[in-house]
């Protein structure tokens, strides 16, 4: 395609099972922020007419990490640099100013393993697009945070980055085409760590006690039972949000994990937005043979309960998220799902006899989810919507799959369509439900996961540590 490739607009309504964002901060006690430091990375990117060299620096304060405290990088900036050569794709769509969607890509190597992230932000107020010299679209951003489980050092580590400009002519309309994304991959001649910064270990109250317990699920609408403290994996080769899920029937006795990642669209928004991958754990049955009175052939079932863990919590990993309300207003949110219970994946195939021979079947994930939304700014002006602005109702979803796209061990594609309920306790001094509830519940809500290979963790080890599959 020439170097423009399918934009994705990052909408705040990252609903149903890709509706995830976290933010926590750094609790009080944390080691005092030291001053901000700055990476000089090159990297080339490919625009519609060619490669063209581009320039980003990453700034951000690093606090020294707490085993078993939230750490992640403080006031993070994308600074993204482009020569004039790299504008001319821009200024021949007719743009006389730009915003853009930055992402940046990273590697967090922790205590036990490595860990993918993020860091996204968006340059939101259109930037005129220079008569000579270079471009400079500065990025506040988003960043994950992590959950330091031993002592050591953690590690930041620049990837791929990509950039969505959006056009505006003169008169302040889009260009045609709209946005162009481009790809760009680090100049391999540079070192790309951001960042390394000590862990050191919890203060205890107890002796003998090294660690924190992970903090308590908060309080929803409808009641999430409180969870017990998780026990980490000790192999480097697992990531420690891979664990047994407590409380699940015997019949569900093998384990795995595996990364889920996607997109969902919101209808009223027309946006769809990304959800950065993050580790399902997974309760699987024997296979049941036959398990039906299959017409034409034997049937065989698998069933299974998940369950995502997140910092020690039943929650995927954040994901920033603009939009244009209206079709022109930008707002940025951030958004945080909780999974209520667990979800419930009935999963069943069919051999059918003849020539060639061939295998039918159908996999079905059911799963309760509780959206929160928070961070609010409209058009780069905070929106104080309160703690507690969230569904009024947990959303119900149903995915499913085919034999061929999805299976519970090799993972897939997992494709529905969900309602977004109405909002609730939005608002400090007015009353902001109606807003919410008009701009993003509703019907007809699509919905796209893919689900990578498992790791058997606690068994022979096999498939880990597990792959984040790219989302389809």
């Known amino acids: ?102 992402r940046l890509d990273t590697t967090v190597t922790r205590p036990g393993g490595e860990v993918p992230g993020a860091w996204a932000g968006a340059h939101l107020t259109p930037a005129p697009l220079p008569a000579e010299g270079d471009l400079v679209l500065s990025a506040p951003a988003e960043v994950e945070r992590i959950m330091p489980a031993a002592e050591g050092e953690v590690t930041y580590t620049a990837g791929a980055l990509s950039v969505e400009f959006t056009g505006y002519r003169a008169d302040g309309t889009a260009t045609e085409p709209p946005v162009i994304g481009v790809d760009c991959t680090a100049d391999p001649s540079q070192d790309t760590v951001l960042a390394t910064v000590p862990v050191s270990a919890a203060p205890s109250d107890t002796p003998g006690s090294s660690s924190a317990a992970p903090p308590p699920v908060p309080e929803l609408p409808g009641g999430i039972p409180s969870r017990e403290p998780r026990v980490a994996q000790e192999d480097g080769d697992v990531p420690p949000e891979c664990h047994l899920i407590e409380g699940v029937e015997s019949t569900y006795k093998n384990p795995f994990c595996a990364y889920l990642t996607g997109f969902t669209t919101v209808k009223k928004l027309n946006a769809s937005a990304f959800q950065p991958a993050g580790i399902q754990n997974i309760a699987v049955s024997d296979f049941v043979v036959p398990c039906d009175a299959g017409e034409g052939g034997l049937v065989i079932c698998q069933y299974a309960r998940t369950q995502p863990d997140f910092g020690g919590e039943p929650k995927l990993p954040p994901a920033p998220n603009w939009f244009l309300n209206f079709g022109f207003v930008p707002v940025h949110a951030t958004m945080q799902l909780t999974q209520d219970g667990l979800a419930e994946v009935d999963q069943w195939s069919t051999f059918v006899p003849g020539s060639p021979p061939r295998y039918d079947g159908l996999t079905t994930v059911e799963v309760d989810l509780w959206a929160r939304i928070y961070d609010v700014e409209v058009n780069g002006v905070p929106l104080d919507v309160g703690p507690n602005c969230r569904t009024e109702a947990a959303i119900d979803a149903t995915l499913t799959a085919t034999y061929d796209s999805y299976s519970i061990n090799e993972g897939g594609l997992l494709e529905g369509e969900v309602t977004i309920p109405a909002f609730d306790g939005c608002g400090v001094t007015e009353d902001l439900d109606p807003l919410f509830t008009g701009a993003i519940s509703g019907p007809n809500n699509y919905v796209r996961m893919t689900q990578g290979v498992v790791c058997a963790f606690a068994t022979n080890k096999r498939g880990c540590p597990p792959q984040i599959p790219e989302p389809l």
């Open 1 to 102: 395609m020439d170097g423009i490739r399918p934009v994705r607009r990052l909408g705040a309504a990252c609903a149903a099972a890709v509706l995830a964002c976290l933010a926590t901060p750094v609790p009080a006690g944390a080691q005092d922020e030291p001053a901000g430091v700055t990476a000089e990375l090159a990297y080339t990117c490919l625009f519609p007419s060619g490669e063209q060299p581009v320039a980003l620096d990453v700034t951000a304060s690093y606090p020294e990490g707490v085993v078993g405290e939230p750490v992640r990088p403080v006031d993070p900036v994308l600074l993204v640099t482009l020569p004039p050569t790299a504008l001319a794709d821009l200024t021949a769509a007719g743009a006389a100013a730009v915003t853009a969607v930055v």
